[in-house]
């Protein structure tokens, strides 16, 4: 795809790409080391798992100060700061002795990344015309895409040939290489008299809500769990501190996040889509290796096929995408990518326990693909569209957070509820197997119900005739 024809929109265009490239390539490859990691270190799952929780938990509490820091320093010098934790955070975890070590050195990771892919669109729409928006982002988002995808594969080579110290020694020669290439291509930012004071109190509200809300989640293994007292006060704090949050973030005259956005109704429509559509995919992730592995006894690599086939639709239908996007508006390309979603996520909970199923499986995760690469980074670039460039930090950094922050509490709640359901099933003398199968069907059925609400939000959409790129009004103001 032709970028265009200006040197420095092709310089920044590719800087991004590669930073998002290191980051994305370097989280998933991580997955599959950790029965290594277990058996390296003598540890059990639960401590395993932090390896990836850690990262998780530390990128949504950066991502809240990545709009203050981007708007008080610059974003050329914050993006910067990002690989350069980034390349910190990879040296330590090859030097790591101890799990506790390794932790540590992805939570590095994860306060670098929650800097760096925030700011990836803002740089990108910084360089482009509003009618290219659509062609570029679906680029960025493709090759996101096909990172993730290909991560659990890499390591997994990575781990075959060699040890696990080199899944974070890779990463540095790449953000070197990244560094050089940002600091030399990223236009500085314009100095400005207009510096806001920081909001401790959100700041303080915001982690303490989500920093409890992820612990919690972490916790939380059955019914039992999120019914103890202990748990249920812990879930009470969380939710007291983000109502706080909320209140405080309308009040405060330089708040830690800029809530006036969600006027914006095309931003606040996308926000809603994207964070279905994500949980969607996320809950994939843990039901299609649960109904391969398990219901149909196959070999785990037929999972992989089935994701990585997902991953490349996606991608390849992106561009189409971005194209329609710049034509014709999102309205009818999202409209399109949601009822295909939802036509593969309710198929996928019809099906029965039949070996050729895998086929059937495979085409809907096609289809599914295609479902995705139609609407969530059509729909982010149109909600960013209105969104005027001082802001674009902030709207892309909340639109992450939500996005992520929702998809850890709905994996959450399908494994406890897949434990609870299946256990139902047995009592009424279903088989074990049966009894899993028949669950994950219903999770899928829900989902599959849940994206077909929102094709209205898709409708609401502003049409091409209506686009009016960023003309949010606000009476806030950051000075």
Same mark, same amino acid.
């Given at each position: ?19 998002? +490239? ?10 599959? %080391?950790?029965? /290594? ?91 482009? /015309? ?56 990223? =236009? ?47 879930? =009470? ?6 109502? *706080? ?99 593969? +996520? ?27 690469? *139609?609407? +969530? ?37 399908? %494994?406890?509820?897949?434990? +609870? ?8 003398? *279903? ?10 069907? /219903? ?14 939000? =898709? ?11 960023? /003309? ?8």
């Amino acid at each position: 795809m032709k970028i265009g024809k200006n040197s420095t929109e092709k310089k920044v265009v590719f800087t991004i790409l590669l930073g998002a +490239i290191t980051v994305s390539l370097n989280n998933s490859a991580l997955n599959p %080391a950790l029965p /290594e990691f277990m058996q390296v270190f003598h540890i059990g799952p639960a401590l395993a798992s932090w390896i990836l929780a850690a990262f998780m938990l530390a990128m949504c509490l950066t991502l809240p100060i990545t709009g203050y820091l981007s708007h008080n320093l610059g974003k050329r010098r914050i993006y910067l700061l990002g690989l350069a934790l980034f390349i910190f955070g990879s040296f330590l975890g090859s030097m790591a002795n101890n799990i506790y070590f390794v932790i540590f050195a992805r939570s590095i990771q994860g306060i670098a990344s929650g800097l760096i892919l925030p700011l990836s669109l803002p740089f990108i729409f910084s360089v482009t /015309e509003a009618q290219k928006r659509g062609r570029i982002t679906s680029l960025w988002a493709s090759v996101v895409m096909i990172s993730l995808a290909i991560g659990p594969f890499f390591g997994a080579v990575i781990l075959a040939v060699t040890s696990w110290e080199i899944l974070f020694l890779i990463n540095i020669p790449i953000s070197l290489f990244t560094f050089t290439l940002a600091a030399k291509n990223l =236009a500085r930012d314009q100095e400005t008299n207009s510096k806001s004071s920081f909001d401790w109190i959100g700041f303080s509200l915001i982690t303490l809500g989500l920093g409890c809300l992820i612990w919690t989640c972490h916790q939380l293994k059955s019914w039992q769990d999120i019914t103890s007292n202990s748990n249920l006060l812990i879930l =009470a704090l969380t939710f007291g501190c983000l109502l *706080f949050f909320i209140f405080n973030q309308l009040k405060s005259k330089s708040p830690l996040l800029n809530l006036r956005l969600f006027q914006c109704r095309n931003y606040s429509l996308s926000v809603i889509i994207t964070m279905v559509q994500t949980v969607a995919m996320f809950e994939c992730l843990v039901l299609l290796p649960l109904l391969i592995q398990k219901v149909f006894n196959l070999n785990p690599i037929w999972t992989g096929i089935a994701l990585l086939t997902t991953a490349l639709s996606a991608s390849l239908s992106l561009n189409l995408a971005g194209k329609v996007l710049d034509l014709h508006g999102p309205r009818n390309i999202v409209m399109v990518g949601l009822i295909l979603s939802a036509i593969a +996520i309710f198929s996928l909970g019809q099906l029965s326990t039949h070996p050729h199923n895998m086929v059937w499986i495979i085409l809907l995760m096609i289809l599914r693909g295609i479902g995705i690469g *139609f609407s +969530i980074t059509p729909v982010t670039t149109a909600g960013l569209n209105h969104i005027k460039q001082r802001y674009l930090v902030e709207a892309t950094a909340m639109h992450d957070m939500i996005r992520r922050a929702a998809s850890s509490i709905a994996i959450l709640f399908v %494994a406890i509820y897949l434990e +609870i359901r299946s256990s139902s099933f047995i009592h009424q003398g *279903f088989s074990q197997l049966v009894s899993l199968h028949l669950s994950i069907n /219903e999770v899928f059925l829900v989902t599959g119900g849940l994206i077909a609400t929102t094709i209205p939000c =898709a409708y609401l959409l502003a049409s091409k005739k209506q686009q009016h790129f960023a /003309e949010l009004s606000t009476k806030h103001n950051h000075s």
